[in-house]
Each structure stands twice: as C-alpha cells, then as structure tokens.
C-alpha cells in the first residue's frame, strides 16, 4: 500500500512563501509522475502542479505558473512544491497525488490517473 504524507501547510501573509514537502512509502517512487492537487471550499479539486517521473518535465495550471516550483528528490522518495508571491486565492487544501502511469513524462495529469493521495495540507494566505 502506498502511502504519501503531506506537510509544510499553514498560515501566510499575502506576497509570502511556503515549501510543501510529500513524503512518499509503499512502492517504486522514481518511476512514477507526481502532482499537486488543491481543493479550495466549495470549489472543485484542480490541478496545481505535476512532475514527470524523472523530474525532466513539469506542467503548472496558470494561476501559479512563475510563482510555484514542483520538484522532486527520488533518493529521498519525496516531491516539494515551492509557493512564492502566494495570494488569498491560492487558499486551499493541499494534497500530493501519484500517478498509476509508470515513466510517463508529458503534460496531461487527469484525476483519474492518480491511483494514490496524502490527506491534505491547509494553506491558508491572509490579505
């Protein structure tokens, strides 16, 4: 069973920055593609960021393209999410997902394809 812990959440200013880390265990960690979902209330869950199974490619919605970095340390098993110049409405539960889809390394990250999910982080940007 595959199991992936969220952390690094909390509260923040407007303009602020927080690092999300996902610690992943259960299977091979480095062949598979990552992401970052957050669900805001209310509000569908969407896609943030996702990370190819290498880390050689990166897809980010457009909301956050230039303020988040996703990456990815496969010796330590773990992919962060680096948010910077964050805004209120980057508020929102934060959950790390992985991919069933081995060595898959392109730009297209459907939910249906993540086959495994932390339990969330909260972030939360103060105005």
């Known amino acids: 069973q595959v199991q992936l812990v969220e952390s690094g959440g909390g509260l923040v200013q407007a303009g602020g920055s927080l690092r999300l880390s996902c610690a992943a265990s259960?299977?091979?960690?480095?062949?598979?593609?990552m992401a970052w979902f957050r669900q805001a209330p209310g509000k569908e869950r969407e896609l943030v960021a996702a990370?190819?199974?290498?880390?050689?490619?990166?897809y980010y919605t457009t909301s956050v393209k230039g303020r988040f970095t996703i990456s990815r340390d496969n010796a330590k098993n773990t992919v962060y999410l680096q948010m910077n110049s964050l805004k209120p409405e980057d508020t929102a539960e934060y959950y790390c997902?992985?991919?069933?889809?081995?060595?898959?390394?392109?730009?297209?990250?459907?939910?249906?394809?993540?086959?495994?999910w932390g339990k969330g982080t909260l972030v939360t940007v103060s105005s």
């Open positions: 990370i190819g199974w290498s880390g050689g490619s990166t």
């Open positions: 997902a992985a991919d069933r889809r081995q060595y898959y390394s392109g730009t297209y990250y459907p939910l249906n394809t993540m086959n495994y």
């Open positions: 259960g299977r091979t960690f480095s062949i598979y593609p």
